[in-house]
Structure formats: structure tokens, C-alpha cells
């Protein structure tokens, strides 16, 4: 039989191929039993025949638990993965259960509790490179519950994926736009701290840049821990000691602080400002002239590729066509004044 494509697919034409009522094929596809197993099986095969873009559940598994670890909600990046994970999850299923663990720090130790919480069939989480943290991961994986990194990785880990951007490449692409656009002189860079595989590889990827033409000069790195009295604070200390400053770089989710210390106009012209994520802040800051450009690293299509390698991992059909060794594309996306969306979702 020619298989349809998929997004003209129904129910109806499920029911039709398997001989059935639509109401019999709904409690197959969501799982709410009542329905034989010779009945199940011949509602899958159908729907799998005509490529039926649902989740599609196998007869091998029971409910798959997943762990979303989420620490400090109160930044924007945050806040944007908890919305996703949200939306997700009422896009599942029977057979999928999300449930979000919402720290409020990201110590080490208190990721790897969330991390060893019972109930929970795999985890997706977003942490600092740490040793306790990799000691976790492995014991999960040994256990045969898998660990999805997303943000930022860790590199050789026993993670069975990363769902997140090229942070490299990242750095790379605001070294470009700092060398063309600022005038000779010197770089501020802001990061939370340095243990973030994100943040390090952001600055790896500017210094390498910065060094091909040698007209800009990193000449501080400035750890402000993601909050934003603290960035403003350092980074005004850090003008009086550079006041020959023409551009600075957040790696970090400090942008309310740059914003702060930019407008206490202690450096003798306003530096060109580069960050990340698009968020009502740096929407604002964007189109007021006081930031330059924000890369945002696409936190649904993180989310999703996350959730579609578990789906692929525990043998869900029918939703992706992911394979091991599952590789994220996830694309950074580059923001300017002149090609905002009128609005930005808080």
C-alpha cells in the first residue's frame, strides 16, 4: 500500500485501514486500554503504515518518567526552557510523564540529588563540568537510566546526548562582529564563572578569533555569577581599571548588570555589547542602542531535540527519525536592532 504522506494522515484513515471506529484508535494511540491486543497491534501497524506523526506506543514498554532538572528559574534562559517543557508535556501522551525538578542554586551537590531522586526513568539537565556531577551520570548510566545534557555539555561524559548549541562557534561569531565594528582597543568579557562548559568554550571561541587580527585585546575576565548586582558592580570596577574599553562580551545571563554598568558612563565612550539570549530585556536593550547584538541559542528546538533523543532511546515510533550517536544541530541565532520580532515572550 503507497504510504500517505504525513501530514494529511487522520485518525479516520487509521480506523479505515484497520477496520475499527475512530473511538477505538483513540484509546490505542493514548493508551486508555479496553482494547484487545490483536485490535492494538492492528491499529499500530496501521498507523505506523500510514505514517501517523504521533507518538506511537510499543508494546514493550510502560510509562517512560523523565526528570527535567531546572536550577535558578529566575534566569531568563531558565524561565524560556521551563515554558518549553511545559508545552511539550501537554503534547504527550500516556506513556510520557515530564516532570520539572526547579532548584534554586546550581551547586554541584544539589545537582546530583535531583540527579539521584528515585521514580525517574532519565534526566535532562543543564550543569556545570564538575567531577560529582560526571560521578552521577555514569552510576545513572550503569543503571540504565540515561542523562541528556542541554545548554552546556559535558564532553566525555557517559551522557548519552547533548541537546544545545555550538558554544564555539558562538564566541567565534561575536569575536567577528567586535574585530569589524569596534574601534582598536580593549575586551571585557562577563561570565558566570568558568566550570559551564558553555561560558568556557564561548571565550575559547572569542579568543581565537580576536587573535587573527590582533586589533582587540581581552583584558579581563570578570565572573559575576549570573546575578545582575553583582556583573554591574565588578564590571564598573573593571571600567575604572580598562577605561581604553571598547567592547564587552556576556557570555552569561548577566545582561540587566552590563546594561547597568554601560549607563553609569564611567568609560569615556559607550562600548559595543554583545550577549546571549533574546529575551523582553535585550529585546528593549537592543532596540534603546545600549546592546549591539544578542545571540540566542534556540531553547525549544533544544528542548525538543532532547526529548526526541529519550523517545528514540526507549523506542517511541512514529515522532523522529533520530539514530544513535545522536548529534544536536541546534542553530545560535544572531539578533540585531534591525531584525527583532515586535514582541518576545517573558
Same mark, same amino acid.
Given at each position: ?65 523523565? #526528570? ?24 504527550? #501522551? ?97 561570565? #558566570? ?61 548577566? #545582561? ?91
Amino acid at each position: 500500500m503507497e504510504r500517505k504522506s504525513s501530514t494529511r494522515v487522520t485518525l479516520f484513515d487509521v480506523a479505515a485501514l484497520a477496520g475499527v471506529g475512530t473511538a477505538t484508535v483513540d484509546r490505542v494511540i493514548h493508551e486508555r486500554g479496553n482494547v484487545s491486543d490483536e485490535v492494538r497491534k492492528r491499529v499500530l501497524d496501521a498507523a505506523r503504515t500510514l505514517g501517523l506523526k504521533r507518538i506511537l506506543p510499543s508494546s514493550h514498554h510502560s510509562i517512560v518518567r523523565l #526528570n527535567v532538572i531546572l536550577a535558578r528559574p529566575e534566569l531568563p534562559l531558565i524561565r524560556r526552557m521551563g515554558f518549553e517543557f511545559r508545552r511539550l508535556a501537554q503534547r504527550m #501522551n500516556h506513556s510520557i510523564a515530564i516532570h520539572r525538578t526547579v532548584l534554586e542554586d546550581e551547586e554541584p551537590a544539589t545537582i546530583v540529588a535531583a540527579l539521584e531522586r528515585g521514580g525517574y526513568d532519565a534526566a535532562i539537565v543543564y550543569a556545570q563540568d564538575h567531577p560529582l556531577i560526571r560521578a552521577a551520570i555514569a552510576e545513572l548510566a550503569a543503571r540504565g537510566r540515561p542523562v541528556v545534557t542541554m545548554i552546556s555539555d559535558l564532553p566525555g561524559s557517559a551522557r548519552l546526548a547533548y541537546a544545545g548549541t555550538d558554544h564555539y562557534k558562538a564566541g567565534r561569531s561575536a569575536g567577528y562582529f567586535l574585530d569589524l565594528m569596534a574601534p582598536p582597543g580593549s575586551v571585557i568579557v562577563l561570565c #558566570n564563572h568558568l566550570g559551564f562548559q558553555s561560558h568556557a568554550e564561548r571565550l575559547h571561541g572569542l579568543r581565537d578569533q580576536l587573535a587573527g587580527s590582533g586589533r582587540l585585546e581581552i583584558v579581563e575576565v570578570v565572573e559575576g555569577g549570573d546575578d545582575a548586582i553583582r556583573s554591574e558592580a565588578r564590571l564598573k570596577e573593571a571600567f575604572r581599571r580598562h577605561p581604553e574599553t571598547v567592547g564587552i562580551y556576556n557570555v552569561g545571563a548577566g #545582561n540587566r548588570g552590563v546594561v547597568g554598568a554601560i549607563r553609569a558612563e564611567i568609560l569615556a565612550r559607550r562600548p559595543l555589547f554583545i550577549g546571549h539570549e533574546l529575551t523582553p530585556f535585550t529585546h528593549a536593550s537592543l532596540r534603546e542602542g545600549l546592546m549591539t547584538l544578542t545571540i540566542d541559542q534556540s531553547p525549544e528546538l533544544q528542548a525538543q531535540f532532547a526529548l526526541e533523543v529519550l523517545l528514540s532511546h526507549f523506542g517511541f515510533e512514529g515522532v523522529t527519525d533520530l539514530a544513535p550517536p545522536y548529534v544536536s544541530t541546534v542553530p545560535i541565532v544572531l539578533y540585531s536592532p534591525q531584525n527583532l520580532p515586535d514582541s518576545v515572550p517573558g
